[in-house]
């Protein structure tokens, strides 16, 4: 069921984000598409400084599968504005449900409840751009945590109407789900709501990052 | 008197119509920005809206008087920056955006 749903919200919806949630009042939508892990999340921030989502994912690595849906929820700890820099902290969480299997025990199917809370730091000027985040997901005979390091540069500044290229470097790693860690070297592109990244890993695995804000 | 009512229509407009330029900490790209062009442009009386990522400012151009500063402070904190400073200047939105497009 949780798949069915999945990929008809993928197959309705071309649009992808990545950002954990947009200004109050916002409706904000994010997507991530890779060979081993890919989701489609959407949020609604009800305040300056929260939002509240529903999430769908599916990781493969041949081996092992998960499909899950969550409920999350997603906090603003901390933002330092500066004249031409920001640094935010955020904490989330969601609580879900998934299904899948284990090499380990064949063909039988898995399913549970799960967590998923994480920590996410990231730092922008005009130019530069880093981003740290870590989530766990635990549940019965799951044991996930996806690491994710990006770092990276604008080529140019632009002005508020133009679209802005960026390169970004990715390093993402869900450990029983990517064999290694998995170095991404991106194309961004940012124009007002619409926010778009791409490129292929060193493991040949094409990725795609797209998000918009209503 | 039909005329006069919209020769005085049209003085008072003039008269109180007001551009505020407010400096903004924390704009750095146009994608996190959006939320104050959107929220700004929503008020009634607003004429225009300009963002200016590389000074970090914004331009409001109201129909009428200048907006409360402390609505604005609102406005721009909910959408997640600080307000440093409000000014009233006495260019249109679109003066300034010729000015600091062309460079």
Redesign the interface.
Same mark, same amino acid.
């Given at each position: 069921m949780v798949k069915f749903i999945f990929v008809c919200l993928l197959a309705i919806s071309s649009v992808l984000f990545a950002?954990p949630m947009?200004?109050? #009042?916002?409706v904000t939508s994010m997507s991530d598409i890779g060979k081993r892990h890919t989701f489609i999340e959407t949020n609604y921030a009800y305040d300056?400084k929260s939002a509240i989502g529903v999430k769908f994912f599916h990781m493969d690595n041949n081996n092992r599968i998960r499909d899950g849906v969550e409920i999350n929820h997603i906090h603003?700890l901390l933002?330092e504005?500066?004249?031409?820099?920001?640094m935010n902290w955020w904490l989330f969480g969601g609580i879900g449900y998934l299904e899948g299997s284990n090499e380990a025990i064949k063909d039988k199917q898995l399913s549970t409840a799960f967590v998923s809370p994480g920590l996410q730091w990231d730092y *922008? $000027?005009?130019r530069v751009y880093a981003l740290a985040s870590h989530q766990l997901i635990r549940g019965d005979s799951i044991n996930h945590d996806m690491t994710q390091l990006k770092a990276g540069f604008s080529f140019y *500044? $632009? #002005?508020?109407? %133009?679209t %802005?290229p960026w390169f970004i470097l990715e390093m993402a790693n869900i450990n029983g789900i990517t064999p290694q860690v998995e170095i991404t070297p991106t194309i961004r592109l940012?124009?007002? %709501?619409?926010?778009l990244e791409a490129g292929v890993s060193n493991m040949g695995n094409p990725k795609v990052h797209v998000?918009y $804000?209503f | 008197m039909k005329k006069l009512l919209v020769l005085l229509t049209f003085l008072t407009t003039s008269i109180f119509a007001a551009t505020q330029k407010i400096e903004v900490n924390g704009m750095v790209c146009a994608f996190c920005a959006q939320g104050i062009e959107k929220s700004l442009s929503k008020l009634e009386t607003t004429q225009d809206v300009y963002v200016n990522l590389d000074e970090g400012f914004v331009i409001l151009e109201n129909k009428t008087e200048a907006v409360n500063e402390d609505k604005i402070r609102a406005i721009i904190t909910d959408s997640g920056y600080d307000v440093t400073k409000i000014s009233l200047i006495k260019e249109t939105a679109n003066a300034v955006r010729q000015k600091y497009e062309k460079k």
């Open positions: 950002a947009s200004f109050k #009042g916002s300056i603003r933002r504005n500066k004249k031409h820099s920001q *922008e $000027t005009k *500044e $632009t #002005g508020f109407n %133009q %802005q940012i124009n007002k %709501q619409l926010f998000m $804000t | -």
